[in-house]
């Protein structure tokens, strides 16, 4: 696939078909991954790739932890505040993926099926944690966000889909102590990786940009 090709048709795919990708394919996907820049090439990441009865366990505990509202612990704190034109921007984004996905947001407890769906890994047969040493700073960060988009979009050249999911380091601790992760490490991301189900409108959906005059300037 062609590099602009697969950087426009890359998106969140969040409904998938339940066939194993094969090991090799995977082991590509996360080789490619690894030629990502990094600091000084610290190369500052790690990566569990869950599968099978193993992952099946994983999404009950989690599903499990969500309904008992268990207060979550993430090891990235969750975002307090936002710019006014940035929250405006993510609302109007909900508010269309919403209508076309049709999730009516005002129901009680829509935020919680939203939650549960993101923790049953939208169908997923494989869900990939993507770690770090804690005492990193934030450069590594960065690293780590673009390991994952590297990722992303090998994983599309292979025609697979992937979503980043910041929820899936809700209970960092959790998920670490159930994969004997040490807790000294930081879970930056976790990644559902599969074969998209294109019959399903939450396979297909196609957000929004604003345009890109609205974000570069031209300084002669
Ligand atoms: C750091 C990060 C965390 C995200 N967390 C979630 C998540 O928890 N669940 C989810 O469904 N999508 C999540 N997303 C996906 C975004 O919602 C998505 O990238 C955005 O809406 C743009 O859509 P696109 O990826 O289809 O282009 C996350 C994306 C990033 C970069």
């Not at 969140?12 to 194993?20: H, L, M, N, Q, Y």
């Not at 505040?81 to 947001?105: K, Q, Y």
């Not at 940009?209 to 300084?219: G, K, S, T």
Request: charged share 25%.
């Amino acid at each position: 696939m062609e590099a602009i090709e697969c950087i426009l048709t890359r998106k969140s795919v969040r409904k998938f078909r339940p066939d194993a990708v094969p090991r090799k394919t995977l082991t590509e996907v996360l080789a490619a991954a690894t030629r990502s820049p990094s600091y000084r090439n610290s190369q500052p990441w790690s990566v569990d790739v869950v599968s099978g009865r193993k992952k099946d366990e994983l999404s009950d505990m989690l599903v499990g932890l969500v309904e008992k509202d268990v207060p979550i612990m993430p090891d990235i704190p969750e975002p307090t505040s936002w710019p006014e034109a940035v929250r405006e921007r993510m609302r109007t984004s909900a508010e269309r993926r919403n209508r076309e996905l049709g999730v009516d947001a005002t129901k009680v407890d829509s935020a919680k099926m939203g939650k549960l769906a993101n923790f049953r890994f939208y169908g997923a047969p494989h869900v990939m944690f993507i770690y770090q040493d804690s005492v990193l700073s934030l450069w590594s960060l960065f690293d780590a966000g673009c390991f994952a988009q590297t990722l992303m979009l090998a994983a599309n050249a292979y025609g697979l889909g992937t979503v980043p999911q910041g929820y899936l380091t809700d209970y960092s601790p959790d998920v670490k102590r159930f994969l004997g992760v040490p807790q000294s490490k930081r879970l930056v991301l976790g990644m559902s990786i599969g074969y998209p189900d294109a019959s399903d409108k939450a396979a297909v959906f196609r957000s929004d940009r604003i345009p890109v005059d609205e974000v570069v300037r031209w300084v002669e």
